[in-house]
């Protein structure tokens, strides 16, 4: 029974954090850790199919489920730029110095 238990609980957490995504609730970027996840969870939020996705970037579908699966692993800034595009969002930064005042912003 305990291995049920285990499924249903990953289950759950998958349900509850896919919930999160579409309400637009994403964790902090820094230093581009998690680029690939957050491209991902922008195609959710936005309710957008892997299918729509590919055709706005003009690729196969199986690029973008590959691309998706792998978290965007090793992607250019290039590449997600376009991501972004096609999402039609745009990451907005801000530089601090580790453990001192901020530095520059917009």
Same mark, same amino acid.
């Given at each position: &029974?305990?291995?049920? &238990? ?18 637009? $609730?994403?964790?902090? =970027?820094? /230093?581009?850790?998690? %680029?690939?996840?957050?491209? %991902? ?10 299918? $729509?996705?590919?055709?706005? =970037? @003009?690729? *196969?579908?199986?690029? %973008?489920?590959?691309? $998706?699966? /792998?978290?965007? *692993?090793? %992607? ?10 096609? =999402?039609?969002? $745009? ?7 580790? @453990? @001192? ?6």
């Amino acid at each position: &029974m305990d291995p049920m &238990m285990s499924f249903y609980q990953q289950r759950k957490e998958e349900a509850e954090s896919y919930e999160r995504l579409r309400r637009g $609730e994403f964790e902090e =970027l820094r /230093n581009f850790e998690g %680029v690939g996840q957050l491209l %991902v969870a922008l195609r959710i939020a936005q309710g957008i199919s892997q299918r $729509e996705l590919a055709q706005r =970037l @003009g690729v *196969h579908e199986s690029q %973008v489920s590959r691309d $998706e699966r /792998n978290e965007y *692993h090793g %992607v250019t800034v290039e590449r997600a730029h376009r991501v972004l595009e096609a =999402l039609g969002v $745009e990451i907005r930064s801000m530089v601090e110095k580790v @453990g @001192g005042p901020l530095l520059a912003t917009r």
